[in-house]
């Protein structure tokens, strides 16, 4: 079969990124430009600040990438892009160039779910082995997903709430920890005791999760030991509320795992990139003699190597997008 290159836009949130992947596995070259130094001082990303940013920067991204793979639009096989979930004003952004380099050079224009590319980043590294369990956990989703083969997915949990991603963002501002706040949370966890009581949220027999409670939890621990004059040491802090976390995705995950005797267990997102779960599920999943795969740190946040892996599959099933393709802000993955 002929070598397939799926040149993909990524601008689903805070960061631009382009990327060149041959035949859903060999990337090229990506590049990625962040903006956590502009949301920073804001505590978080300002959805206006973010799309104009891509306006900015998204034809010179695009340029850097072709110049560093030493490649040109015609020598690619399709246009691939995230058309959701994500900010209506970001996606716009990289579905409008990705439709233009697709009507201009005549490619077909694949449109990629973002949470198919969080899954197949996986892909970038590893042979996925179905049936798998996906955990998806990052800054907007915290979802179980199964598959049976490529391309094919069945949420069978997700969170009724906030994300877990949030919690984390939430409980480092409470604790004035600046933003991304997930990454010191999962540092100051090594470092602290599991010495604060917290509920374990939603501890039922389903697949669900919720992290409202958790996330109040901790804001009226640490408003009634401000009250009582007491100092929270953010380290113990950190670790009391990571250790109920990973308990929770753990415990429903490793649940999913067995009932629906999968050959894998996917871990997806930004938040996948903590330490502190790796551990925990590498621990489990040897336990339990489950093949556990965990893309390399820099596919954990949003990058376009993800979107283009995703993309391949659904080139090879000819499932392109027409010029009138919308952005969906929010979309669940099917």
Same mark, same amino acid.
């Given at each position: 079969?002929?070598?397939?290159?799926?040149?993909?836009?990524?601008?689903?949130?805070?960061?631009?990124?382009?990327?060149?992947?041959?035949?859903?596995?060999?990337?090229?070259?990506?590049?990625?430009?962040?903006?956590?130094?502009?949301?920073?001082?804001?505590?978080?990303?300002?959805?206006?600040?973010?799309?104009?940013?891509?306006?900015?920067?998204?034809?010179?991204?695009?340029e850097e990438c072709l110049n560093g793979s030493n490649m040109k639009i015609e020598d690619m096989s399709?246009?691939?892009?995230?058309?959701?979930?994500?900010?209506?004003?970001?996606?716009?952004?990289?579905?409008?160039?990705?439709?233009?380099?697709?009507?201009?050079?005549?490619?077909?224009?694949?449109?990629?779910?973002?949470?198919?590319?969080?899954?197949?980043?996986?892909?970038?590294?590893?042979?996925?082995?179905?049936?798998?369990?996906?955990?998806?956990?990052?800054?907007?989703?915290?979802?179980?997903?199964?598959? @049976?083969?490529?391309?094919?997915?069945?949420?069978?949990?997700?969170?009724?709430?906030?994300?877990?991603?949030?919690?984390?963002?939430?409980?480092?501002?409470?604790?004035?920890?600046?933003?991304?706040?997930?990454?010191?949370?999962?540092?100051?966890?090594?470092?602290?005791?599991?010495?604060? @009581?917290?509920?374990?949220?939603?501890?039922?027999?389903?697949?669900?999760?919720?992290?409202?409670?958790?996330?109040?939890?901790?804001?009226?621990?640490?408003?009634?030991?401000?009250?009582?004059?007491?100092?929270?040491?953010?380290?113990?802090?950190?670790?009391?509320?990571?250790?109920?976390?990973?308990?929770?995705?753990?415990?429903?995950?490793?649940?999913?795992?067995?009932?629906?005797?999968?050959?894998?267990?996917?871990?997806?997102?930004?938040?996948?990139?903590?330490?502190?779960?790796?551990?925990?599920?590498?621990?489990?999943?040897?336990?339990?003699?489950?093949?556990?795969?965990?893309?390399?740190?820099?596919?954990?946040?949003?990058?376009?190597?993800?979107?283009?892996?995703?993309?391949?599959?659904?080139?090879?099933?000819?499932?392109?997008?027409?010029?009138?393709?919308?952005?969906?802000?929010?979309?669940?993955?099917?």
């Amino acid at each position: 079969m002929e070598d397939v290159y799926i040149l993909a836009i990524e601008s689903s949130c805070d960061e631009t990124s382009v990327s060149i992947v041959k035949n859903g596995k060999e990337e090229i070259n990506t590049v990625i430009l962040s903006q956590i130094d502009i949301h920073k001082k804001f505590g978080g990303v300002v959805p206006e600040i973010a799309s104009r940013s891509h306006v900015e920067n998204i034809t010179i991204v695009i340029e850097e990438c072709l110049n560093g793979s030493n490649m040109k639009i015609e020598d690619m096989s399709a246009i691939a892009v995230t058309y959701g979930p994500g900010l209506a004003g970001a996606l716009l952004i990289g579905v409008e160039a990705a439709k233009t380099l697709a009507f201009i050079y005549n490619k077909p224009l694949i449109a990629v779910h973002h949470i198919a590319g969080h899954i197949y980043a996986n892909n970038l590294n590893y042979k996925l082995k179905f049936p798998l369990i996906s955990l998806v956990i990052s800054g907007g989703h915290t979802e179980l997903i199964y598959m @049976k083969k490529d391309y094919s997915f069945e949420k069978i949990g997700g969170t009724l709430d906030d994300s877990v991603g949030e919690a984390y963002d939430k409980v480092a501002r409470v604790i004035d920890v600046p933003y991304p706040g997930g990454p010191v949370i999962d540092k100051y966890s090594k470092k602290g005791k599991n010495v604060y @009581k917290l509920p374990l949220p939603m501890d039922d027999g389903s697949y669900n999760f919720s992290f409202s409670g958790i996330k109040s939890a901790v804001i009226n621990l640490v408003h009634n030991e401000k009250q009582r004059g007491n100092e929270i040491n953010k380290y113990d802090l950190a670790c009391s509320f990571q250790s109920i976390v990973i308990d929770i995705l753990t415990k429903k995950t490793m649940k999913a795992v067995k009932e629906y005797k999968v050959k894998q267990l996917l871990l997806a997102g930004g938040v996948s990139a903590s330490i502190g779960i790796r551990e925990k599920f590498a621990e489990l999943c040897e336990k339990e003699n489950i093949e556990l795969l965990v893309p390399e740190l820099i596919y954990c946040t949003d990058n376009a190597a993800m979107i283009a892996a995703a993309a391949y599959y659904m080139y090879k099933d000819k499932k392109f997008a027409d010029f009138d393709l919308k952005i969906k802000p929010t979309d669940d993955l099917k």
